[in-house]
């Protein structure tokens, strides 16, 4: 009994700590001045663990950078990500779908997408720069994802990503393929992934454009039950991402990420929290970029 006790008082400490900090985050923000705003991305949920992702068991958001992760609660799923840049008419947005088979068969359907409408056409008449008039943009990478399980503990999955763009008149269109593979224990997960494989985007004017290959491994560590690790590392060329975060269930209802991404670069802090109430789950997401400013984004995956 003695033992059962110091577990609980643990667990009652460690949710107190948990509470001041998303109550000090709820003072910080309600005091930040949203004309700051500058940028989103499309993930919320994965946001706010800074996407550390590489190795964890993972929902919808997960195939986007390992398509062996995304295995989660992903049975008729729908995944709509919808969020605005402040003031800047930027728009981001991720729209999904998943399906699975006997827990040996895992597909998912994203539409990851941006638009950027209002922004001046200028052109030089008579030496003078005029502008003409506006146009809008659009970029999508609609990607299929397949994982299967090939063991109790190893699980295989690929990506096949179209590549759209249309800026003003000109159009790019391209296709990439991602693969990955997640090794799953009681306590830990590793995974590895290779994105961006034979990426090509052909454009109406002729240009081509190429991205390198990047390559992405992490692990997932849960000591117990209520609280994950995560730690991730991409590398692209020369050039090297490292991520990490913690997450932790206050309940089977409401759980509480912090995460760091780019860590020893330009450290951007990270926070969210997420509430499930039967097939409806609700993302909320925070995020600090010294550079660009602030960023809050909402989300939710609902069953069919």
Do not use: C
Request: zero cysteines.
């Amino acid at each position: 009994m003695g033992y059962f006790s110091v577990l609980k008082k643990i667990k009652d400490k460690l949710n107190n700590i948990f509470i001041l900090i998303i109550l000090l985050l709820v003072i910080i923000l309600l005091s930040i001045d949203s004309s700051v705003y500058a940028s989103d991305i499309r993930l919320v949920k994965e946001y706010a663990s800074a996407y550390a992702v590489t190795g964890k068991e993972n929902g919808l958001e997960g195939s986007v950078k390992n398509p062996a992760t995304g295995i989660k609660n992903v049975h008729r799923k729908v995944l709509v990500n919808l969020n605005q840049s402040y003031a800047m008419g930027i728009y981001h947005g991720l729209l999904g779908f998943g399906y699975k088979n006997n827990d040996t068969l895992f597909m998912s359907v994203l539409l990851p997408f941006t638009t950027i409408g209002n922004m001046d056409k200028n052109e030089v008449i008579d030496g003078i720069p005029t502008t003409t008039g506006q146009y809008a943009s659009l970029h999508t990478n609609p990607q299929v994802s397949v994982a299967t399980r090939i063991h109790d503990r190893i699980l295989i999955g690929s990506s096949v990503i179209g590549l759209y763009d249309r800026i003003s008149d000109d159009v790019g269109k391209g296709i990439s393929v991602d693969t990955g593979v997640l090794l799953t224990g009681g306590v830990l997960n590793i995974g590895v992934s290779v994105q961006n494989i034979g990426y090509r985007k052909y454009w109406s004017t002729g240009k081509r454009d190429k991205k390198p290959v990047q390559v992405n491994t992490g692990v997932s560590i849960r000591p117990i039950r209520n609280l994950e690790f995560l730690s991730d590392m991409s590398i692209i060329k020369e050039k090297m991402i490292k991520n990490i975060a913690l997450s932790y269930d206050l309940s089977s209802y409401i759980n509480l990420t912090l995460g760091i991404r780019d860590v020893g670069m330009s450290n951007q802090f990270r926070a969210g929290s997420s509430m499930n109430i039967n097939s409806l789950s609700m993302h909320y997401s925070y995020g600090h970029h010294v550079a660009l400013g602030d960023s809050h984004k909402l989300g939710m995956t609902v069953g069919i």
